[in-house]
């Protein structure tokens, strides 16, 4: 035992815990905290123990907002993180603005709302402790959650009362940079501990009293509901009923299993909606179709490509397919709803919870206000979740049975349920002159409800003359959705590689190639520039750099560098030749998406971002049969796999600006830099996904297919 | 139906289920244990792995009538406290995204540290495979297992 005075005069007593039994510390329990915590305002709580609870709003699907928001919070506040506890917030369109989960958008958007939250209740402490101490607040400081006046400590915890009755503040001086000592450190994941001792933690997990399981059997695309026989259906134990809506067939019991069973029971017959049922072979004539038709909607026109290309020595033409994609989130889709007398409950997985809740109003005609919406954590989203529709059939059912009711999807509802990522063509032209200088550029696509299938602002616009880009949609009963980097995810493998194949024409090296553009695009710009030249640069000249390009003997090298969701990426992906095979060995990843909140977190989402970019590149592929995707699950569905991956080195580059968002944009570069390197090392141009498709990749051996 | 007595992470159940049920939807619907997870139903993506005896086995295609007094571990009853070396260095790492793959990654990775104590980073790589993980945390599993099992005396 160790005695020893403080400077005020009293005695700090310390003790060696294993050597004496008493006093035992007092442990306090999460509850305890919750249920003293006092509020201050929608972010952030503060309990007498000295503890904050700290609100995420946002829906949480591996993006970890969850604890890059309460990181922001927490530094503004000035606490230790070892005392913050993070709280799902359920969705208030009141307390919060923008609960979405989408357009990598969160960070950007709350950045300053949430660092104004934690600098208010700090000040509002200080206050608190000004008045205390009868001291002006401009002598006061902080630090990890104690207000401090010379060798004075008052801790947040017994400020907290006081402080959360004073006026809030309007302005308060937020932190510099340079002095956060929480943002910019690697925090682990706040529901670590949840997730690997199996809590409840997902809409799957949701189970309540008094609850019946649904699940539903939907139409082929195309078609629509004639008639159903249940009888055998019906007899499979544990089923209570089977009920349709719209064209939907829904199995009503008391767990899953059964249900699964009597599905395959029922005897549904559905007929043709109006046009022909669509398969793969219909598809790619409509795109041909499309493309040759010159009907496609102008997007962009820069100088005048029509004499460029009249006037051109050499064009470089080259076209690039995909197919439709299913986003796949490791947890299929489901809800949780009971609609009530006059109120509706609403548990589960969304990635636009207001919207969820807005659907749910609607189909039972009460105000949204009367409906609560708890997000739980997402097994996944991928822009699926940004749907409603089975948060409007849980719904339907509820209403319909009057029970409270789980909608699960199986993961072959899901793999043929729609709302993929539509199937798209390019076809990209390049003319150049004798001197083999680029004068034109030209592209077109088309798309199976792709909405404007090009990003027509995106580099390389702005950097080339005579350019012109051009749109075409069809409209497919096939239905689409926003799918992690909508259309870029595709568009820029396209894009890339081309710019390859053009700079090759040119004689110039790819990095040098695109170096020139942007400098074009800085001291003569052609038209408006959407994107900023110089954060692209610094990403390129950082890869360069790091991957040693055009420096290394035995090994192939391809670029790419991409834009999207206001963030920076560049990409050098090394393929080598291993025992007489091509292996993809590396993939460099350069970010620009300025300040990097929480680092594990950033590292985590480039990774994700790239193996998501290169497995649906290389592996993922969805063909149509009469409107059904011929591919169910996960045996003829493929995904990437631990065999499959390369070595990924991740850096990022520190330019203290606002953060502009992280959840999708290392994805669109991934497919240019691999097609790039597997050109370099084999001679072969991938032009189509999945590249496991390829004539050209038969004769490589990319990791060990499973 | 019928009545099938479970022995689940060193607890007696007893549950009236048709002899086919998966093992996975008796864990979920009828006792409870959520922690177990269901993605693919076929056996194709091992969110499911549940321990059989110390054996890593996909509970999503195991019929609750085969499984007799075998002693059945589940991600919940894997330690105590959360402090299975596999866990704790799943947290070192800091693994997870979304999170709703690890159960059945951690459950496979434990039962192969059990027969394998100190594998290579290829076998690493092998036995993690069959798991499947769509948000792409690959790499900082395979850095997990070899970490586990330093950990594991």
């Known amino acids: ?706 | 139906m019928a009545n099938y007595k479970l022995q689940v992470n060193n607890k007696n159940y007893e549950v009236d289920v048709d002899s086919d049920t998966p093992l996975l939807w008796v864990l979920r619907d009828n006792l409870g244990l959520i922690g177990t997870k269901y993605s693919c139903g076929i056996s194709q993506c091992g969110a499911c792995t549940v321990h059989l005896n110390d054996e890593a086995v996909r509970s999503c295609v195991l019929p609750v009538s085969s499984i007799g007094e075998a002693k059945i571990t589940t991600i919940e009853g894997l330690s105590d406290n959360g402090d299975h070396p596999v866990q704790q260095a799943w947290k070192e790492v800091d693994v997870a995204q979304c999170g709703y793959c690890q159960a059945g990654q951690i459950m496979t990775a434990a039962a192969m540290l059990k027969k394998n104590p100190s594998p290579s980073e290829e076998e690493v790589i092998d036995g993690m495979n069959a798991n499947l993980c769509r948000c792409g945390t690959y790499h900082r599993i395979k850095e997990a297992v070899l970490l586990a099992s330093t950990k594991i005396k």
């Open chain 1, 1 to 706: 035992m160790k005695i020893a005075a403080t400077a005020g005069g009293g005695l700090l007593i310390g003790f060696n815990w294993s050597a004496c039994d008493s006093p035992k510390m007092k442990v306090i329990s999460n509850e305890e905290i919750y249920d003293k915590a006092i509020n201050f305002n929608s972010f952030l709580s503060i309990s007498p123990t000295n503890h904050v609870v700290i609100f995420s709003p946002n829906p949480e699907l591996g993006q970890n907002i969850k604890t890059s928001f309460p990181m922001i919070v927490a530094e503004e506040l000035d606490v230790d993180w070892s005392n913050v506890r993070v709280q799902q917030a359920f969705l208030d369109t009141e307390k919060y603005d923008r609960q979405v989960t989408g357009g990598s958008g969160a960070m950007p958007h709350s950045w300053q709302r949430l660092r104004q939250a934690g600098a208010t209740a700090r000040h509002m402490l200080m206050e608190a402790a000004a008045k205390r101490l009868n001291v002006p607040v401009s002598e006061l400081k902080t630090d990890k959650g104690n207000v401090i006046y010379g060798s004075k400590k008052l801790n947040y915890g017994e400020l907290a009362n006081e402080a959360a009755t004073l006026p809030v503040p309007e302005d308060v001086e937020l932190k510099q940079v340079k002095d956060f000592k929480i943002i910019g450190t690697p925090v682990k994941n706040v529901d670590n501990d949840a997730m690997f001792t199996g809590k409840p933690l997902y809409g799957l997990d949701v189970y309540r009293d008094n609850m019946l399981h649904a699940m539903i059997q939907r139409p082929p695309f195309g078609m629509k509901l004639k008639s159903v026989d249940a009888d055998e259906a019906k007899k499979i134990k544990g089923v209570k009923d089977v009920v349709t809506f719209k064209d939907n067939v829904a199995v009503i019991g008391e767990g899953t299993w059964p249900l699964m069973k009597a599905r395959k029971l029922l005897k549904i017959a559905y007929e043709p909606l109006d046009k022909e049922l669509e398969s793969t072979a219909f598809h790619n004539r409509k795109f041909d179709e499309m493309l040759n038709s010159g009907a496609a909607e102008v997007k962009r026109k820069d100088g005048d490509v029509d004499a460029a290309f009249k006037n051109a020595a050499r064009i470089i033409k080259s076209e690039y397919q995909c197919p439709f994609l299913s986003h796949s989130p490791m947890e299929p889709m489901n809800f949780f709803a009971h609609v009530k007398e006059d109120s509706v409950e609403l548990i589960g997985p969304s990635q636009t919870p207001d919207r969820a809740r807005n659907a749910a109003a609607e189909i039972c005609g009460i105000a949204p206000e009367k409906v609560s919406m708890e997000l739980t954590r997402l097994g996944g989203g991928f822009g699926r979740r940004l749907r409603a529709d089975f948060v409007e059939e849980a719904v339907e059912l509820s209403k319909m049975l009057k029970v409270p009711v789980k909608l699960t999807w199986s993961r072959e509802d899901d793999i043929t349920g729609g709302a993929y990522r539509p199937a798209v063509k390019y076809r990209f032209e390049a003319a150049l002159n004798g001197k083999d200088e680029l004068i034109g550029y030209k592209l077109s696509g088309v798309g199976m409800n792709s909405g404007n299938s090009t990003r027509e602002n995106n580099f390389p616009a702005g950097a080339i003359e005579n350019l012109e880009i051009r749109s075409m949609e069809y409209k497919s009963p096939i239905t689409t959705n926003a799918w992690r980097a909508p259309i870029t995810n595709f568009l820029a493998f396209a894009e890339q590689s081309f710019l390859d194949e053009v700079a090759e024409a040119m004689g110039k090296d790819p990095v040098d190639f695109r170096l020139e553009l942007l400098d074009k695009a800085k001291t003569s710009p052609v038209g408006e520039i959407h994107y900023d030249i110089d954060r692209m640069k610094g990403v390129i000249t950082t890869a360069v750099e790091k991957s040693g390009w055009g420096k290394k003997q035995g090994v192939s090298q391809g670029f790419s560098v991409y834009f999207s969701h206001r963030s920076y990426v560049a990409q050098v992906a090394e393929a080598k030749i291993v025992d007489g095979k091509a292996v993809l060995d590396k993939i460099y990843a350069v970010t620009d998406c300025g300040i990097v909140i929480n680092p594990t977190g950033a590292d985590q989402q480039v990774r994700g971002g790239m193996l998501d970019g290169m497995g649906h590149a290389m592996y993922a592929n969805l063909t149509f049969t009469d409107g059904v995707a011929d591919q169910k699950n996960f045996d003829t569905y493929r995904l990437i796999r631990m065999k499959e991956i390369p070595e990924i080195e991740t850096h990022f580059i520190d330019n203290g600006i606002d953060p502009t968002g992280l959840g999708e944009p290392a994805l669109p570069p991934t497919g240019g830099a691999v097609a790039n390197a597997i050109y370099k090392v084999s001679g072969q141009r991938l032009r189509n996904q999945p590249f496991s498709n390829e004539e050209g990749m038969k004769n490589l051996n990319l990791g060990n297919p499973a």
